[in-house]
């Protein structure tokens, strides 16, 4: 389990959620509940950076129908949670959290690339103290495009993205890259 000090890195970098949203039950296990109701109390969840990121909401499950678009990508028979999403529309997928709890292995879906990576040491606790706070998921982290956009006007709907330059339906932009992707 990681520090208050590491967690801290988090809050520094990105600050707390604008707006703010009840926190996910990600885990079975109580003592796991308990870790992460701790890091919840200082890194918070919704919307981030501008609403750029979208970290740690309860309702993000629900987009783990999401996942079985990607089915050529994921490994069958694993246990995976929908735990955050950016504007462009790439996925954190915790993995076996019943298991494995906040060491639950996470997933970075790229539909843009087509791509599911995984990262040896990133799980649920490392993501919040080192590898967002440090950018080291600049797939994910990245928001110059989407900064760009805001600056020119643009808004996109909580549950719209941005597609190339213009705005998309999260469920049709990942219907329509999953079937590219398979082509």
Not at 133 to 149: G, I, K, N, T
């Amino acid at each position: 389990m990681s520090s208050d000090s590491e967690i801290s890195l988090f809050t520094h970098h990105f600050g707390r959620p604008e707006p703010a949203v009840p926190p996910g039950d990600f885990f079975a296990d109580k003592f796991d509940k308990s870790l992460w109701r701790m890091m919840y109390d200082e890194v918070g969840a919704g919307w981030y950076q501008d609403r750029f990121l979208y970290l740690f909401g309860a309702e993000l499950p629900q987009l783990n129908p999401l996942l079985e678009l990607w089915t050529g990508l994921l490994e069958p028979g694993v246990e995976r949670v929908v735990i955050g999403r950016n504007a462009y529309g790439a996925l954190l997928v915790a993995e076996r959290t019943t298991e494995e709890g906040t060491d639950a292995p996470i997933g970075l879906l790229d539909p843009a690339a087509g791509t599911y990576t995984k990262h040896e040491g990133l799980d649920f606790a490392t993501l919040i103290t080192d590898w967002l706070p440090e950018h080291r998921l600049p797939a994910f982290v990245d928001a110059a495009a989407y900064a760009a956009f805001r600056q020119s006007g643009g808004q996109l709907q909580p549950q719209q993205v941005l597609a190339g330059s213009a705005p998309e339906d999260l469920l049709a932009y990942h219907q329509r890259m999953a079937a590219q992707h398979r082509a």
